[in-house]
T-cell receptor, first 112, second 110 residues
Framework: SQTIHQWPATLVQPVGSPLSLECTVEGTSNPNLYWYRQAAGRGLQLLFYSVGIGQISSEVPQNLSASRPQDRQFILSSKKLLLSDSGFYLC???????????FGNGTRLTVT | QKEVEQNSGPLSVPEGAIASLNCTYSDRVSQSFFWYRQYSGKSPELIMSIYSNGDKEDGRFTAQLNKASQYVSLLIRDSQPSDSATYLCAVARDAGKSTFGDGTTLTVKP
């Protein structure tokens, strides 16, 4: 069966510090991978998605970036965090076509 | 206008009642529709997917889709306190990219 791992679970970082969140998927090949962010009491906002190694599409212009160095690894990064980057970050994968998302446990990021 | 709109909630129902959650969407070419359940502090989990007009039933859950009206709903029969959560409606057009509503928080009172 497929599993998705996301870490860390919680993170407190000062403004201006770098960020690296990692996500890996097991049990499937060539998944579509996604990074979503959820503000408190709100729905999910798509940040990045990837359909293959090195193929990244950005949905929202911001100071975040994403990379996919391996088929089942997806990384979210920032060089300098802003207060507005605080939120619940969710990595997800899906199969080919228009199929449901399967989420990791999420990372709760607080920028102070 | 938001791309996906849900009842603002919160919604409160007594145990054993039917909970009705509604969602409208603006993109007419949307192909797939999903309901996710999210417990407080946790990540969303898929509970229903629906791709064609009509009803789809899975246990106590029934999803209803009307593409002409751009409307999708979720009915929860015999609601249980464990159903208390936020329910997210998601609509996908292509490549699995889903657009989410802000969610409706459901409380089932014993």
């Amino acid at each position: 069966s497929q599993t998705i791992h996301q870490w860390p679970a919680t993170l407190v970082q000062p403004v201006g510090s770098p960020l690296s969140l990692e996500c890996t998927v097991e049990g499937t090949s060539n998944p579509n991978l996604y990074w979503y962010r959820q503000a408190a009491g709100r729905g999910l906002q798509l940040l990045f998605y990837s359909v293959g190694i090195g193929q990244i599409s950005s949905e929202v212009p911001q100071n975040l970036s994403a990379s996919r160095p391996q088929d089942r690894q997806f990384i979210l990064s920032s060089k300098k965090l802003l207060l507005s980057d605080s939120g619940f970050y969710l990595c997800a994968w899906s199969g080919a076509g228009v199929t449901p998302l399967h989420f990791g446990n999420g990372t709760r990021l607080t920028v102070t | 206008q938001k791309e996906v709109e849900q009842n603002s909630g919160p919604l409160s129902v007594p145990e054993g009642a039917i909970a009705s959650l509604n969602c409208t969407y603006s993109d007419r070419v949307s192909q797939s529709f999903f309901w996710y359940r999210q417990y407080s502090g946790k990540s969303p989990e898929l509970i229903m997917s629906i791709y064609s007009n009509g009803d789809k039933e899975d246990g106590r859950f029934t999803a209803q889709l009307n593409k002409a009206s751009q409307y999708v709903s979720l009915l929860i029969r015999d609601s249980q306190p464990s159903d208390s959560a936020t329910y997210l409606c998601a609509v996908a057009r292509d490549a699995g990219k889903s657009t989410f509503g802000d969610g409706t928080t459901l409380t089932v009172k014993p």
